[in-house]
């Protein structure tokens, strides 16, 4: 069963314009997330974190907000650049586990 | 900068073969993780390992073992490939703690099983 989930597979922004991807999960548990983000035939690599005792996380052009009550967090870019195209992937952990439980993962393609 | 690569980017095998996935890390990592990467599900974890010769179930190890002989190399093996096992692997490594702490990954081993 999916305990993170970003329903939108695809996304499509003008450059210079804001994205916002979603991203909700399940399991109350969960106490870190973070976002990340793939290039074709490259690994995945960091881009944010978010703890759940803030509801909101700045660097640069990216922002995370984390509503707990909702379970639901984005991230937001803005400007958006053609650079940013990629796969975002998020993820979340919990009760100091060891591993990561991903999204399915949003395809963001800004448009020049 | 952390470093973790992987031994092929891309590997052809056939049905039946036994396949031999390699990972190394560079930042003396206590944890290590292997993932699977397939369209519409994401990343799913197969396995990891906290320490050297230790090891934990992911998600989906069903086909699947690993070897974690040296603290920086942690091997994926597919005892008998099948054709359901085409996909993009992905190897992570993290400091220790649990928690809060980063996964970095490799740039992946796109592997066809024929």
């Known amino acids: 069963d999916q305990q993170v989930k970003q329903n939108s597979p695809s996304l499509s922004v003008q450059e210079g314009r804001i994205s916002i991807l979603n991203c909700d999960y399940t399991n109350s548990m969960f106490d870190y997330f973070l976002w990340y983000k793939k290039y074709p035939a490259e690994g995945p690599t960091f881009l944010i974190s978010i703890s759940s005792i803030k509801d909101k996380n700045e660097d640069g052009r990216f922002t995370v907000f984390l509503n707990k009550s909702a379970k639901h967090l984005s991230l937001h870019i803005v400007p958006s650049q053609p650079g940013d195209s990629a796969v975002y992937f998020c993820a979340a952990s919990g009760n100091g586990a060891n591993n990561l439980f991903f999204g399915t993962g949003t395809r963001l393609t800004v448009i020049p | 900068d952390v470093k973790v690569t992987q031994s092929s980017r891309y590997l052809v095998k056939r049905t039946g073969e036994k396949v031999f996935l390699e990972c190394v890390q560079d930042m003396d990592h206590e944890n290590m993780f292997w993932y699977r990467q397939d369209p519409g599900l994401g990343l799913r974890l197969i396995y990891f390992?906290?320490?050297?010769?230790?090891?934990e179930k992911g998600d989906i190890p069903e086909g699947y073992s690993v070897s974690r002989e040296k603290k920086e190399r942690f091997s994926l093996i597919l005892e008998s490939a099948s054709t359901n096992q085409t996909s993009m692997y992905l190897c992570?490594?993290?400091?220790?703690?649990?928690?809060?702490?980063?996964?970095?990954f490799g740039p992946g081993t796109r592997l066809l099983v024929l």
């Open positions: 390992s906290y320490d050297v010769k230790m090891k």
């Open positions: 992570a490594s993290r400091h220790g703690g649990g928690g809060q702490e980063t996964q970095y």
